[in-house]
């Protein structure tokens, strides 16, 4: 049994189809499809049952993966380990859609000055997909906003961020400097999808305050939320780090009078899995870049989840 045969077989059971499989580990599909016979031969019994367009597991197949993924698991580890030089090497970085195109490119600017030799991957998504990543060892540090309902990656705290409400440019609100939440209550939100933490975070604040907006919009990205609202479909609240980079007059920020809506950005690790010292580096210089330049946020004192 070779390593090779059981990222093979890995791959095709986790997207269930050998043409995304073979494409993932860069084979031809006859090429995967004789590596996954080669084990089944090995094995004597078969181990993914064959359908027109996806591979499920059999029963054999199932306790495999679970071997196979831990076997993995631990050869990637002591590689790592015994490569780490501290200098070179592959950091993989998750982020949710309101944090990645943000907070990371200027972080990662000023990371790539001081670690030339590294290689940084990063990998937007939602908060539910980056955290099986992390316990799959896809990601080595996460990105996030709390609350994070996992129970096995430690997560640290890095700062509090004010969220802003935001109005056309011509929306009589804007005459107040800060506007109560009974000044919004009977205006339509516009709102991300319900896959975004941000969504949630929105409506808790407003619930919490006996306001429950009616969305009239929804939808998956920060900057189209932005662009409806200049367009006079509602008013909506974005994170302070994303109005720190809209230079746009057609939109108006205010901060809310009383209790401020806020979310708490976290970093987030699998502890189970080696952490290399270049990747200890960057999480290092991501407490810095947050205590040291947090966007129109107040840094917190880092605790940890455990």
Not at 46 to 51: A, F, Y
Not at 202 to 214: D, M, Q, S, T, W
Not at 285 to 305: F, I, V
Request: aromatic content about 4%; hydrophobic content about 40%; some cysteine.
């Amino acid at each position: 049994m070779e390593f090779d045969q059981l990222r093979h077989f890995t791959r095709v059971a986790e997207l269930g189809n050998f043409t995304k499989a073979a494409a993932a580990v860069g084979l031809s599909q006859p090429a995967l499809s004789r590596s996954i016979a080669r084990l089944e031969d090995e094995l004597g019994q078969p181990v993914l049952e064959r359908q027109t367009r996806r591979a499920t597991l059999t029963d054999a197949g199932r306790l495999l993966l679970d071997r196979a993924r831990r076997i993995l698991f631990l050869v990637d580890d002591a590689k790592a380990e015994i490569r780490d030089d501290g200098r070179t090497g592959r950091i993989r970085v998750g982020a949710i859609p309101t944090i990645a195109p943000y907070l990371l490119p200027r972080f990662l600017w000023e990371f790539r000055r001081s670690s030339p030799d590294a290689t940084v991957i990063v990998q937007e998504d939602a908060t539910e997909d980056l955290l099986r990543k992390l316990a799959d060892g896809e990601v080595d540090v996460a990105l996030l906003a709390r609350p994070v309902k996992a129970k096995h990656p430690r997560i640290e705290d890095l700062f509090e961020e004010e969220l802003l409400l935001v109005m056309s440019a011509d929306n009589p609100l804007r005459a107040k400097t800060r506007p109560r939440m009974a000044d919004i209550e009977s205006l339509p939100f516009v709102l991300l999808g319900e896959a975004h933490c941000l969504t949630d975070q929105i409506l808790g604040f407003c619930r919490h305050n006996a306001v429950h907006p009616v969305s009239v919009e929804r939808t998956s990205q920060l900057a189209t939320v932005q662009e409806l609202v200049a367009l006079n479909h509602g008013v909506s609240m974005i994170p302070a780090m994303a109005r720190a980079l809209d230079s746009s007059d057609r939109r108006v920020y205010r901060s809310m009078a009383g209790a401020r809506p806020t979310r708490r950005i976290v970093m987030a690790w699998n502890p189970d899995r080696f952490q290399s010292r270049l990747v200890e580096e960057f999480k290092q210089q991501l407490r810095n870049h947050a205590a040291n330049e947090p966007p129109m946020a107040k840094p917190t004192r880092p605790t940890r989840d455990h």
